[in-house]
């Protein structure tokens, strides 16, 4: 039970000052949570303690799904698609103006490099918000000829109430994955943040307000998975739920949706496959592949935490893509020289994790080319929840470190011999989150494409996804798709309408 | 007669006495204009022709008049032919940079931009409109608020513009893309002006292609007026570009141009006619029509009377009767014919025709004197063939172009006034008893633009829907547009769609890219 301010004054590294917003938002107004819990929030270049947020409790979800279904009976459901599209094109635009003020909250808060990560975060966020604001009016149902006696036709309608509970590694870009098709399909949202990273979303509040949408259609509440996550997941006025995150709380909340039936999209874990052929531009795929693991400190779903290498390129990429570690990853803090690409973990329990995962995959016989300890040779840095870049090679299937997911900046490379046990090496995993190939041959790239179980292939990239184009996963990996207008699919529910136009019993 | 063929929907310009085409090199690119509505701006008068406002190769002008007052508003600059080649080459040009190849993303930013300014602009351009056009204030507002609207629709479609992935087995990869045409040439009508610039545009631009658009001559000042706006907007030079000018001598050059890949016109079905051969013999152009209408509007026994009058009027005397879908054959069924014919006189009588500026005014001018011309010949035409006039039928005044709503009752459906397009607030009630009687009447037309149905009966509505000629149906409600719905033309009236989705379909060609994978597989 803590009294909070309203705001915090806070002047950032960068010498951003700013309020940050403590409440719940709810109903379009800062509002202290019921039993005044709160949570604090990390800054995990430093492991020092940014402020504390109120964190929501059962009652507040409670409150937030009601002021919810309120705003979608009474307003939202009346607001035509134009005008919700127009809503979020403005939101996008100030989101735009404000890329600055978005990044550095998100850096402190989350650990990104201001300049190589939190700023591009904010560039997919306002595109994110801008392209749902196109599809707001354009969510259209059929005509189905029947014969002269019926006209049949389907009408695309919202769910009502949706749930969306994001991670801590894209906190402003998975909110706009959830919120923007959401409100563009007419849906009012309850959405909680990650306990980790709450600041960035509380901020955006205000922008909501300012572009004018109407109370209750937004409601954003910080709060802990099992605390407000279960109450959200669980609640029975809210009818659908999207969950970003971890596999295990996946289940949780699929479990706990079937409580009222909630449809439910899951966007889970991954260990996806890179596989290279030897015919490959091996400096890009080199590239590539660093990118696709090093970005974000490995925090990223479908990071390439497996990289398959054809054998006679097998030592050759292993020790180009140090030496691409070593030129292009540099790490440091978040707010440190603009050229730094690799900031600390979230948590030191991420940290922790990914050094558990680094000492299993020791153990169990894979060899560490670099990395594969914690940073404390530099004395700023061992502060923070820094992990060296790791590469793990002569990684067998049978391995730890080939099976879990990390979350983290290790890479396990494994040689291969032929298409087909590229193919089935890469398939051997509970998860079918993306996979990426690199070859230069048009015939066996798109064939191997074909095989490979995976939401998401790249063809010579990796980590390349775009907002038009869907974003999901099969097996474990999820249920669903976000992006693009599949995402749309996500949060409207088909209802098919008959009339008789003359047929008598 | 090609010539007079291509004097599309105003031949008054070519009237001598009233329009000389002068020599007047001296014209300024920008003149101050005072609206009645006291708002003072710089009009431009140049062509737009790589975001730059010039004078004409020949430095030639013409004259635009005030329909309300018949007074002098500016001068433009002319087109002619060789200023259509340049305006082509200036488009050709930036079709083949960044516009036809960036982020299709940053074509949906510009234009909602744009529709952003529109909507900062809205009054002057409402002013421009009515002063140019003739039309009520009220009506063109609503014009303006559509445009932006549509704008801003088209804006989200830039980026959802979709091939599709064709399965075909494991020996193939098969997709289509849909590509832009290149540099479109469109030309539009004066009766809504803005709107139909926004129509033609907006989509054109959403699928990356480049525009030379020709205003009518009657009314070329709002496009010119939105020309400012496209390049504050940040559209790149030369993807849109406008020349005022004539139909016979810009717009033959635009249909023929070798480097023009397609044409959208909206006008009258003759013109259109014509664009279609100039498409075919130059260059096999694509084209688009949206062309001239009798639309019957339908009145059932059991409907609302009250509501359905009040939607005739809208359907016939709303902007002056210069509406392409303009509801011009009413159709009553007989148990309520004189009821209904009554209300409709009582109602229209009460309508406020005059001074465009007046806030209270429902009804403008018509844009010229040739319009006027030609919609009381008509009512000459009418009484002629024995039709009763029930009301007006009469110019109010001697200054302005200004008409009396018109309605002619006990109409045969062999007159001309039943089958013939006047374009003006002129309008036939017809009598039905069936269901089957009705479609012959409704259907008997080369046109099929639009139709209006009022009835309480769902299955009578759907019913008589599905059986009408027409590209439109509108039930109890008429003139009644959204920019996410269709909108084009049966029969004569047209081909091709406009708004929705279906517009894009307009400015997109297909593209299939079919990929052996596995030679192995036959």
């Known amino acids: ?505 | 007669m090609l010539a007079s063929s291509l004097r599309f929907k105003k031949p008054a310009l070519f009237n001598p006495v009233l329009y000389v085409a002068r020599f007047y090199s001296h014209l300024p690119l920008s003149v101050p204009i005072k609206l009645p509505n006291g708002i003072v701006y710089e009009q431009p008068t140049g062509l737009f022709i790589n975001n730059e406002f010039v004078p004409s190769r020949q430095s030639k002008t013409f004259e635009v008049i005030s329909p309300s007052t018949e007074e002098e508003i500016t001068h433009v600059y002319e087109a002619r032919e060789d200023d259509v080649d340049i305006a082509v080459e200036a488009a050709k040009k930036a079709f083949n940079s960044t516009w036809k190849t960036a982020d299709p993303a940053e074509r949906g930013k510009v234009l909602y931009k744009l529709a952003n300014l529109i909507e900062k602009n809205a009054e002057t351009l409402a002013g421009i409109e009515s002063l140019d056009n003739g039309k009520s204030l009220f009506c063109a507002r609503g014009d303006v608020a559509l445009s932006a609207n549509y704008i801003r629709s088209c804006a989200g479609w830039a980026d959802k513009i979709y091939g599709r992935l064709i399965e075909t087995g494991s020996s193939h990869f098969s997709y289509s893309r849909r590509e832009p045409l290149g540099v479109c040439g469109q030309i539009i009508p004066w009766n809504f002006p803005l709107l139909m610039w926004s129509w033609k545009i907006g989509p054109a631009l959403a699928t990356g292609n480049t525009i030379v658009l020709k205003p009518a001559e009657a009314t070329p000042l709002s496009a010119l007026y939105v020309s400012q706006l496209v390049k504050e907007a940040g559209i790149p030079a030369g993807v849109v570009n406008i020349l005022p000018g004539y139909g016979k001598i810009v717009g033959e050059r635009i249909s023929r141009h070798p480097n023009i890949k397609k044409i959208a016109f909206t006008g009258s079905t003759a013109t259109g006619r014509h664009i279609m051969k100039a498409a075919a013999e130059s260059n096999l152009k694509k084209v688009t029509l949206e062309l001239g209408g009798k639309s019957p509007n339908i009145v059932f026994a059991d409907a609302d009377i009250e509501k359905a009058v009040s939607n005739i009027i809208m359907g016939i005397f709303y902007n002056s009767g210069e509406v392409c879908c303009a509801g011009s054959r009413v159709y009553v069924q007989d148990t309520v014919y004189d009821k209904v014919v009554q209300a409709f006189k009582e109602s229209s009588e009460k309508l406020k025709v005059g001074n465009p500026f007046d806030e209270s005014t429902f009804q403008g001018a018509q844009t010229s004197q040739v319009q006027l011309e030609k919609i009381l010949s008509y009512v000459d035409i009418g009484k002629k063939e024995g039709a009763k006039l029930v009301t007006g039928g009469e110019r109010i005044g001697e200054k302005g172009f200004f008409i009396k709503p018109t309605i002619f009752a006990d109409v045969k459906e062999d007159m001309r006034i039943v089958k013939e397009e006047i374009f003006g607030p002129i309008v036939t009630v017809s009598k039905f008893s069936t269901v089957d009687e009705l479609i012959e009447m409704a259907n008997d037309s080369e046109y099929g633009l639009a139709a209006g149905i009022h009835t309480i009966d769902i299955n009578k509505a759907i019913d008589v829907s599905n059986r009408l000629t027409a590209g439109t149906v509108w039930i109890n409600t008429y003139n009644d547009f959204h920019q996410n719905v269709p909108f084009g033309g049966f029969n004569q009236s047209g081909i091709g769609r406009e708004m929705g989705a279906e517009a894009l379909d307009n400015y997109t060609q297909v593209k299939a890219v079919r990929i052996k994978i596995d030679p192995k597989q036959v």
């Open chain 1, 1 to 505: 039970m803590t009294e909070l301010p309203e705001f915090h004054e806070l002047t950032l590294p960068n010498g951003f000052s700013y309020k940050q917003p403590t409440g719940l938002f709810i109903n379009n107004k800062f509002v202290p949570s019921i039993k005044k819990e709160t949570i604090d929030t990390i800054d995990p270049s430093n492991g020092e303690k940014i402020c504390s947020v109120y964190a929501a409790s059962e009652e507040d979800v409670d409150v937030a799904v009601k002021a919810a279904k309120d705003a979608f009976k009474t307003t939202w459901r009346h607001t035509s698609g134009s005008d919700r599209g127009r809503l979020l094109v403005k939101l996008s635009e100030l989101c735009e103006r404000d890329t600055d003020k978005l990044a550095a909250i998100e850096a402190i808060d989350s650990g990104k490099p201001f300049e190589q990560n939190a700023k591009g975060d904010i560039g997919e966020l306002y595109n994110v918000l801008r392209y749902y604001g196109g599809w707001a009016d354009k969510v259209h149902g059929q005509t189905i000829p029947v014969d002269d006696n019926k006209l049949a036709y389907t009408v695309h309608e919202p769910y009502g109430v949706c749930g969306q509970i994001i991670p801590w590694n894209y906190p402003l870009c998975m909110l706009s994955w959830k919120i923007g098709p959401a409100l563009a399909a007419g849906n009012t949202i309850v959405l909680k943040s990650a306990e980790q990273t709450p600041l960035s979303a509380l901020y955006l509040c205000n922008l909501v307000v300012e572009a004018g949408f109407p109370a209750g259609v937004v409601n954003i509440i910080s709060g802990l998975g099992p605390v407000a996550g279960s109450a959200l997941s669980t609640h029975p006025l809210v009818s659908k739920i999207a969950f970003t995150g971890s596999t295990a709380v996946g289940q949780i909340i699929q479990k706990a949706a079937s409580s009222n039936m909630k449809a439910v999209t899951l966007e889970t874990g991954g260990k996806s496959p890179l596989v290279i052929f030897e015919d490959a531009n091996l400096e890009q795929a080199v590239k590539w592949a660093a990118f696709g693991i090093f970005f974000n400190s490995g925090q990223v779903c479908t990071s390439n935490s497996r990289v398959l290498i054809q054998e006679p390129i097998y030592m050759k990429f292993i020790e180009k893509l140090k030496e691409c570690i070593d030129s292009d990853y540099k790490q440091g803090l978040p707010f440190g020289d603009d050229t730094v690409m690799v900031g600390p973990q979230v948590s030191k329990q991420q940290q922790d994790r990914i050094l558990k995962y680094i000492e299993i995959g020791k153990k169990e016989g894979a060899k560490v080319f670099t990395g594969g300890y914690k940073v404390t040779d530099d004395e700023v840095l061992a502060k923070g929840y820094f992990v060296k870049p790791t590469i793990f090679y002569d990684v067998t299937p049978e391995m730890t470190i080939f099976k879990e997911e990390i979350f983290g900046p290790v890479v396990s490379c494994i040689p291969f011999k032929t298409e087909e046990e590229a193919i089935e090496l890469a398939n051997d995993t509970l998860y079918g989150l993306a996979a990426a190939l690199f070859s230069k041959d048009i015939t066996r790239a798109h064939k191997v494409a074909r095989e490979l179980e995976a939401g998401m292939v790249w063809i010579n990239s990796s980590n390349d996804s775009d907002f038009r184009v869907p974003f999901g996963g099969v097996k474990m990996s999820g249920i669903g798709r976000e992006l693009g207008e599949y995402g749309l699919t996500n949060y409207t529910q088909t209802k098919a309408y008959h009339v008789n136009l003359g047929l008598k019993l």
